[in-house]
């Protein structure tokens, strides 16, 4: 595996690249960029790059910008940021461009390997299914029936109408085919893409915004704050309110309404 760590600040890349258990966490190639034109260098003769690690305020290019400018080379690296703000903006468009995780300065070294783990994981799935993880440009005329899904699934990802049938209706295709298709060509059932794409939106806005649980599970598409909570608790073991705690430093942290009862 090979990652691309980009900061500004030349002491959080060299924490990066020293403090990390790199063996433990299986990346073999560890490049560094300190502003977004480099970045874009190394990513043009090393378009094999598996993780990009990025700071959302760079020099001359955002994290966010420099991300889209990634995916439209057509390249789908898995992506984590690193923020010290609590914009919701930000947690909007790092939702939209599929980031895999936020992660808060100053950088928690421990926090940053179990990020790093599941990004590895997360690549793997990529090169087996590159259907599912295609970058799809905004501009596409004749695109395939799995880019057309996805794409559906992004834009109504808050709403809880979000079914088959739904995707069906856009896409005019048999929502049995679909649901068929999808399995067979990404080895992920619709339902469990969809669970898992929300409950990524909801790791951002747990790790970024000061929204209440209602709000994001809301904003994730869920039924009930009841079900958002069951469903999270059952994925990663741990309580929204715990994965919020743990991913926010101590001082930016509100108080939150108690555990919806499950």
Known sequence: MKI????????????????????????ETRLAAYNARQARNIIEKNPDIDIILTDIELPQQNGIELIEWVYAQNLSPVIIMLTGHERFDYAKSAIRLRVLDYLTKPIDIE????????AVNERKRHLLY???????????????????IIQVIRQNLSSPD?????????VHMNPDYISNLFHKKTGVSLSNYILNERLKATNVMLATTNLTLQQISAKAGFSSPTYFHRQFKRRFGITPQQYRKEHRPEDHQARYSSEPSE
Do not use: H
Not at 130 to 148: F, N, R, V, W
């Open 162 to 170: 979000l079914n088959r049938q739904l995707i069906a209706d856009v």
């Open 111 to 118: 926090q940053l390997e179990n990020a790093l783990k599941k």
């Open 130 to 148: 590159p259907e599912l993880y295609a970058s799809t440009p905004e501009e596409k005329g004749d695109e395939d029936p799995i880019e057309q």
């Open 4 to 27: 691309l760590v980009i900061d500004d600040e030349y002491y959080v890349v060299e924490e990066v690249l020293k403090n990390t258990p790199w063996d433990r966490v299986g990346i």
